[in-house]
């Protein structure tokens, strides 16, 4: 089975900067796209930034672009998500998720979320 174990969330200051981290296993990573997703309270679930382990791909939401960055290390099997300039509106809990290269995020597997919490 896939396991997605995500860690780095926490509480920080508007403009502040966090980065999150994702360890995955049960998977050939190499072959996989892992993604960042967000909720936050009373919203729907949104993505926020992907990347294809294949072939290096990446993708950002609007609301990331220039702020977030998005890496893989494939000797650590680990996806990171390196957040600058922090707002309010980035307040939710992220989820770090796992697909096979190709494949639509509906057959993703999920971790389990971590809080990102900024404070104005």
């Known amino acids: 089975d896939v396991q997605l174990q995500a860690s780095g969330g926490g509480l920080v200051q508007a403009g502040g900067s966090l980065r999150l981290s994702c360890a995955a296993s049960g998977l050939s990573f190499d072959n996989y796209a892992m993604g960042w997703f967000r909720q936050a309270p009373g919203k729907e679930r949104e993505g926020v930034s992907s990347?294809?382990?294949?072939?290096?791909?990446?993708w950002y939401a609007e609301s990331a672009k220039g702020r977030f960055t998005i890496s893989s290390d494939n000797a650590k099997n680990t996806v990171y998500l390196q957040m600058t300039s922090l707002n309010p509106e980035d307040t939710a809990v992220y989820y770090c998720v796992a697909t096979p290269a190709g494949w639509d995020w509906g057959h993703a597997s999920w971790g389990q979320g971590t809080l990102v919490t900024v404070s104005s």
């Open positions: 990347i294809n382990n294949s072939d290096g791909d990446t």
